[in-house]
């Protein structure tokens, strides 16, 4: 597929900035003239995986939060959410709804459930010690 526009940016992983993430990847997404539930989920998911890098990458300690966002012919977006965090042990494990390495009263271990919920695919990559990169693909429905 084809790339027809594209756009990164990097913020530190401080939680006054989730909703910035959000925002901006919905501004750009906001181009496609997605429908307002398309645009919702992928708030949502963007939200998660942000939230993620802030709470369970960096732990007690501030990084760098990187955000790819891609937009493909027929009307494909893929979201990459990164840190250069703690990275995670067990993805598969990581994945499974409720598994949460955060203060179970505090966390619900339902991020990744969200982010499968709300986007049409969804890859996790990482590595202990060297961060988390998550992917996430949405296909817009056509244009009306």
Same mark, same amino acid.
């Given at each position: #597929?084809?790339?027809?526009?594209? #756009?990164?940016?990097?913020?530190?992983?401080?939680?006054? %900035?989730? !909703?910035?993430?959000?925002?901006?990847? !919905?501004?750009?997404? !906001?181009?496609? $003239?997605? /429908?307002?539930?398309?645009?919702?989920?992928?708030?949502?998911?963007?939200?998660?995986?942000?939230? %993620?890098?802030?709470?369970?990458?960096?732990?007690?300690?501030?990084?760098?939060?990187?955000?790819?966002?891609?937009?493909?012919?027929?009307?494909?977006?893929? @979201? !990459?959410? @990164?840190?250069?965090?703690?990275?995670?042990? %067990?993805?598969? *494990?990581?994945?499974?709804? #409720?598994?949460?390495?955060?203060?179970?009263?505090?966390?619900?271990?339902?991020?990744? /459930?969200? +982010?499968?919920?709300? +986007? $049409? *695919?969804? *890859?996790?990559?990482? *590595?202990?010690?060297?961060?988390?990169?998550?992917? #996430?693909?949405?296909?817009?429905?056509?244009?009306?």
């Amino acid at each position: #597929m084809k790339i027809i526009n594209e #756009m990164k940016i990097d913020f530190l992983s401080k939680s006054s %900035n989730e !909703s910035f993430g959000r925002v901006a990847v !919905s501004a750009f997404v !906001s181009q496609l $003239d997605p /429908t307002v539930a398309e645009l919702s989920d992928i708030k949502t998911a963007v939200s998660e995986a942000v939230t %993620n890098c802030i709470v369970h990458g960096y732990e007690h300690t501030y990084g760098i939060i990187s955000v790819i966002v891609r937009i493909f012919e027929s009307r494909v977006v893929e @979201i !990459s959410v @990164i840190d250069r965090g703690k990275g995670i042990e %067990n993805v598969e *494990k990581a994945m499974e709804p #409720m598994f949460t390495t955060g203060n179970a009263e505090e966390r619900s271990g339902m991020g990744f /459930t969200v +982010m499968e919920t709300f +986007m $049409d *695919k969804i *890859k996790v990559i990482s *590595k202990p010690a060297d961060g988390t990169k998550v992917i #996430m693909i949405k296909k817009l429905c056509a244009d009306t």
